[in-house]
């Protein structure tokens, strides 16, 4: 059980950074952080490896690099639906 909220709490954390190295921001705000951390951490782990750092299960550097990307798509895919 407590495994499951260090993973929440470190995909929230990867997902303000990802937010921040992109200067975008999710929809649903810490909801949008966490789920973007998670889908980033799983994106990056897949496509980079589990290289680096971890914590909470996840390598931090690739778990960044996919919640950047994902960040960057989803925050693009909003603007382009608002305009």
Not at 8 to 28: E, F, K, N, W
Request: positive net charge; without cysteine; proline residues 4%.
């Amino acid at each position: 059980m407590l495994h499951w909220l260090w993973v929440l709490i470190i995909g929230a954390l990867i997902g303000v950074i990802a937010g921040a190295l992109t200067s975008r921001d999710l929809p649903a705000g810490w909801i949008g952080n966490i789920v973007g951390g998670l889908v980033g951490a799983w994106l990056g782990q897949s496509l980079f490896g589990s290289w680096g750092p971890q914590l909470a299960g996840m390598a931090l550097i690739p778990s960044i690099i996919g919640s950047v990307i994902v960040v960057f798509v989803v925050s693009l895919l909003f603007t382009r639906r608002k305009s």
